[in-house]
């Protein structure tokens, strides 16, 4: 029994290992209060690149930050910064952002967003993508965002 267990870890890994561990949340030590609100998803044909918008509230006590996002949808995700410009919008990646202890963050169109390279298909208004994003402290959260 044990050793199917190993066995299939081991396969979940494997099967995973693009798309990051929704097997992974783990528990531990005293988690911060992570909450994400709304999640939503800008509209997008499978040819072009989508953004996902969310609002993180941290709760807790200890700072945390959002390291990085995954979803079935796409084939890549990043966390993105709009620079405002005089009239050209740049985009930049991050490695990270921080949430502070007791701060928001509030991601949305010329600002702080997810984006998603390489579209598996097409994002229509009423869809539902399911995203798994990595926390410093909280691990990961799996989170469902509508498209707009
Ligand atoms: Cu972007």
């Not at 949340?25 to 996902?52: E, F, H, L, Y």
């Not at 984006?115 to 799996?142: C, I, N, Q, S």
Request: proline fraction near 4%.
């Amino acid at each position: 029994m044990r050793y199917m267990l190993a066995v299939s870890a081991v396969l979940a890994l494997f099967t995973l290992i693009a798309r990051d561990g929704a097997h992974a949340g783990q528990t531990g030590q005293a988690k911060p209060m992570i909450d994400i609100q709304d999640a939503w998803v800008r509209r997008a044909s499978a040819m072009g690149n989508g953004a996902v918008y969310v609002t993180i509230r941290n709760q807790g006590s200890a700072p945390d930050a959002l390291l990085s996002a995954a979803t079935d949808v796409a084939d890549r995700a990043e966390l993105h910064e709009t620079m405002g410009g005089s009239g050209r919008m740049m985009m930049q990646p991050l490695a990270k952002i921080d949430v502070p202890a007791g701060g928001t963050l509030e991601m949305k169109p010329g600002g702080y967003h997810i984006m998603l390279l390489g579209l598996t298909r097409d994002l229509k208004p009423g869809d539902t993508v399911t995203l798994t994003l990595r926390f410093e402290r909280a691990g990961d959260m799996r989170i469902q965002a509508t498209v707009r």
